[in-house]
């Protein structure tokens, strides 16, 4: 059967802009490309950019005007995602952007007209969704079908509800969510207008868990790190784990005990001061880590918590560098946080040996097995979420295995748990060929990857 052909609409898009939102665009159809579809990304000219800064960046190369609703539109022709995927960059007439979703909507699906790449489905973004609409309002081809679609939710949250993303869902033949933990949540107890549309359509909604950001977090080709970590070797782990701790420690001051080096992630002022106090004494160095755009204030009770004890506390504004090397060196990544849906996996520690005690909840729900001291069995140590006060006990569970014989076996475990693009794009080409289904008659052939 042939490939799955997809039009990828996306607002924004590295290494055209910046940002989660922009990168997981890229890594989204990236991973598409690799599960074995013929993924199209269009997307408009970001506003600011250049026409050297296009060029650079492999969009130099401009197709006939396109002439859509009375609008002329300039194509910029290139590919993102290290040469994976084709990508079509719109602008109006003297390089502007365009800010209208509706007309960005038309024109993508004239261009896969004009190309011969009639889309099979169309994926739409929430901040983008008028495509789901104009694709089952348009007549196709002939000898085409009217495209499938799948709606991409970042989130559930109490935002307001446009009426093109209103259109989205009721048109969409799959909604996704990223992760089936937060979905099941958002039916079972979330609240607003969304949750009420979602609500409205279970069948539709979805949850693919999200992929880390592995362009960043990479263990095998960190440049952050003094020491090579490699997850496929016990041994080779180990000791690289040991080395990046010992220079870790070292430059933060901290004493090379025989207790377990836990970095702690999040919010920290979800924590009152008594719950901070018993992390202090669970039986591990603690660093914390406050990331940047932490709420100011938010982090005065690890500021205190260090002050208070010197020996096995370090408090610290962590930079992308110290970030890399503390994740590495941690025996423990504690996610002192609530789950919040993100363009990526928040579970970027576990690729470098660091065993997560984190929430029930969302992405760490998906991907984290709780573990069982009797069979030994697990891949972290999670506590009830909204339940602030049980973090010092999940700690103090992972520091007590973190002194057993099978401790070395959960590390390996957990650097080897498979948060990649790789299998969110398996996952995300599944839905695009169950929404092509539940377009399509029952007799009618849904394409499958080569």
Not at 48 to 55: M, P, T, V, Y
Not at 191 to 217: F, Q, T
Not at 241 to 254: F, I, N, Q, T
Not at 336 to 360: D, E, I, K
């Amino acid at each position: 059967m042939p490939p799955l052909v997809a039009l990828h609409l996306v607002p924004r898009i590295a290494p055209l802009e910046r940002g989660d939102d922009a990168e997981m665009a890229a890594a989204l159809s990236r991973a598409l490309a690799r599960a074995g579809e013929r993924v199209t990304v269009v997307t408009r000219r970001p506003a600011g950019i250049s026409d050297g800064d296009l060029d650079r960046v492999g969009l130099a190369r401009r197709l006939d005007p396109l002439e859509v609703d009375g609008a002329s539109l300039i194509v910029r022709e290139g590919r993102v995602a290290g040469g994976a995927v084709p990508i079509f960059a719109l602008e109006g007439r003297g390089g502007g952007s365009i800010d209208d979703n509706e007309l960005l909507a038309s024109a993508a699906l004239e261009l896969c007209h004009r190309r011969g790449t009639w889309p099979d489905l169309v994926r739409a973004w929430d901040d983008a969704p008028h495509i789901v609409a104009h694709a089952e309002e348009r007549p196709p081809p002939e000898g085409r079908s009217v495209p499938a679609s799948v709606l991409l939710l970042r989130d559930a949250g109490g935002r307001p509800v446009t009426p093109a993303l209103r259109d989205a869902i009721a048109a969409a033949h799959r909604i996704a969510l990223p992760s089936p933990s937060y979905a099941e949540e958002i039916l079972q107890r979330g609240e607003g207008e969304l949750v009420e549309l979602l609500r409205a359509a279970p069948d539709k909604l979805r949850g693919v868990a999200s992929a880390i950001d592995e362009a960043r977090w990479n263990p095998a080709r960190d440049p952050h790190l003094p020491a090579m970590l490699d997850a496929s070797d016990p041994s080779r782990l180990r000791d690289g784990k040991a080395e990046v701790k010992r220079a870790l420690r070292r430059d933060l001051g901290l004493s090379s005990i025989g207790a377990p080096l836990a970095c702690v992630l999040g919010d920290i002022d979800l924590l009152d001061r008594d719950a901070a106090e018993a992390l202090a004494h669970a039986g591990a160095q603690l660093v914390f880590l406050h990331e940047p755009g932490a709420r100011p204030g938010s982090e005065q009770v690890a500021i205190d918590l260090a002050h208070d004890h010197p020996m096995r506390v370090r408090s610290l504004a962590a930079d992308l560098a110290l970030h890399h090397r503390a994740v590495a060196a941690a025996d423990i990544a504690l996610f002192c946080q609530r789950y919040l849906p993100r363009a990526f996996s928040p579970l970027y520690a576990m690729p470098y040996g660091a065993v997560p005690v984190a929430p029930r909840s969302g992405a760490f729900a998906d991907s984290i097995v709780d573990w069982d001291p009797e069979t030994e069995t697990g891949s972290g140590f999670l506590y009830a979420p909204h339940r602030p006060e049980e973090i010092p006990a999940a700690l103090r569970r992972a520091v007590r295995a973190a002194g057993g014989e099978s401790w070395t076996h959960l590390v390996g475990r957990v650097a080897s748990s498979d948060v990649s693009s790789r299998t969110a794009g398996v996952r995300h080409a599944e839905l695009g060929r169950e929404a092509v289904r539940a377009s399509r008659p029952a007799n009618q052939e849904v394409a499958a990857p080569p």
